[in-house]
């Protein structure tokens, strides 16, 4: 199911086509090859990779989609080098601190999910306060996830069905998908319709793992930095020829 390296496809004018795809996660790989294939610093990349979400962002309201999450950085991310991880949060405090106004104006919501403890204390609080400041906006609910790994969402949920069922608020027999799902960091946030890997990997990586349990993949050899929204919209196109049973047979 790997695409092929998407040709560009038509702005339509500014105008709106939509592709039928609400929800589109995306997994953001590529930053530091296309830096190194330039002789540059992963940092570039990543700087660059930055730039990407912004048009991405603004983009996916004219093609339909509802909701955008993206896969900023792992649990296992922290395995990189000092100097990567450290310039990757500054990037992201000043990617919160530029864009919130922006965000903000163009009906942009922001969530975060993943595990915020260890992360810096000013970073916790940038993305408190966009949380809170673009809450009421619906144009598109964006999502991006930041120390966040799909085992260790399900290990967290599974601690605190544990803590309500000892303090006897809950029976294990009540535990259902639903509730489990009410557990996890996107309780608030439609399953994804459609998954996306840029860079040519061809695997998960721990993202999104109970919730994309039934969405479609899309693998792409494009690198992060290059994937730019007429990339997007071919993908989406390709989208709307696919069959989804969802465990079912068609009649």
């Not at 039928?20 to 590529?30: E, L, N, S």
């Not at 080098?81 to 104006?105: H, K, N, P, W």
């Not at 793992?209 to 730019?228: G, M």
């Amino acid at each position: 199911m790997t695409a092929t390296e998407p040709s560009p496809a038509p702005s339509g004018g500014g105008g709106v086509t939509d592709y039928g795809v609400p929800h589109v996660a995306i997994i953001m790989d590529g930053n530091g090859r296309w830096a190194k294939q330039r002789g540059w610093p992963r940092l570039v990349g990543h700087r660059k990779g930055a730039e990407r979400v912004k048009e991405i962002v603004r983009a996916c309201p004219d093609m339909g989609v509802k909701w955008l999450t993206v896969y900023a950085f792992s649990t296992e991310n922290w395995k990189r080098s000092t100097e990567e991880v450290l310039g990757l949060m500054s990037l992201f405090a000043r990617y919160i601190q530029r864009e919130a106004d922006a965000l903000s104006a163009e009906g942009v919501r922001m969530r975060f999910i993943g595990d915020r403890g260890p992360l810096d204390g000013k970073l916790r609080g940038l993305m408190d306060g966009i949380e809170a400041r673009t809450a009421m906006n619906t144009r598109l609910n964006l999502t991006v996830a930041i120390n966040y790994g799909g085992r260790d969402e399900l290990r967290r949920a599974a601690v605190s069905l544990a803590a309500e069922i000892a303090a006897g608020r809950l029976a294990p027999e009540a535990i259902t998908d639903a509730v489990i799902a009410s557990h996890l960091d996107t309780a608030e946030v439609p399953d994804p319709d459609l998954v996306i890997r840029t860079s040519g990997e061809t695997r998960t990586s721990n993202f999104l793992l109970w919730q994309a349990a039934y969405a479609e993949y899309e693998f792409t050899p494009t690198l992060w930095p290059d994937f730019n929204p007429a990339a997007l919209a071919a993908i989406l196109a390709q989208f709307g020829g696919r069959e989804r049973r969802f465990g079912g047979v068609k009649g």
